[in-house]
């Protein structure tokens, strides 16, 4: 039963995704995939500087990333709140899973291009990867079509809180209630919070747990992560009884661990 629980959830999942009647319709066209390298910073780099390191990245992402049309968008998070202070996120997403594998052959086009002379490319990869420790670990995600998209490009460093909770081997379901669950969330809690300036949920696709359910709520600043909560206890306040009896639900989806993670969104 619990195998057929979990491949239940899977296909669950993948039919929210590419619903032609999800959210999503109605917003902006959103990534369907995104990867996240968990890198860390290079501890015995004595010439560390943080405005070189930003400039070095913000040109790679200027003359390279932001130019590969096989990828939607790309950022750097920074530990604020985690378990390890050399963590340090570099997330892309993609439009498709074909994209995915395009990406790497396209940037070594674009970096000869951006630098024809292939010293200066050695060295320019050599000052980069001086900041960061070999170790790394890369995670593919799913989008789900319930987020808050941002309603403008971020022009200053914000918050990132990420919320990591666990699919549960649940004993009864079904993609309906989970879809009315997920969506009342969006519309009644999520979107109403002002404070949430971004939202964007996801599961796992490729990468160790695939139990991972991921929230990232984009803020001002920490300071406004309380206010946050506030609104959301609020919000789930004013929810009918039916909204309530919904939301109930949502627990047997899941186990009700969840881990919390709070990084700082690197505008470059």
Known sequence: MKTTNRFFLAM???????????????EPKRPKYLTVTTMHWNMDNDDFEMDEWKALEKEYLDKVVRKNEFVVSASYYMHQFTADNTELLYVQTYASWEA?????????????????????????????DAYYDLRHSDEIYATLPYAKLMAEAPTKDMTLYVRKSHFANYEDGSDEEFDKILQMGRDK???????????????HAWGADKTEYIEAFIVESVGELDKMFDKTQELIKELTDEEKAVGKNRGKYFTGVHGDYIYTYVHM
């Open 189 to 203: 809690i999520i979107g109403n919070n002002e404070f949430i300036k971004g939202y964007y949920p996801s599961v």
């Open 100 to 128: 995915i594998d395009k990406v790497g052959k396209r940037n070594a086009e674009l970096e000869k291009e951006a630098w024809p002379d292939e010293d200066a490319r050695k060295a320019l990869a050599k000052k980069r």
């Open 12 to 26: 669950t999942i993948m039919f929210l995704l590419f619903s032609t009647t999800s959210f999503s319709q109605d």
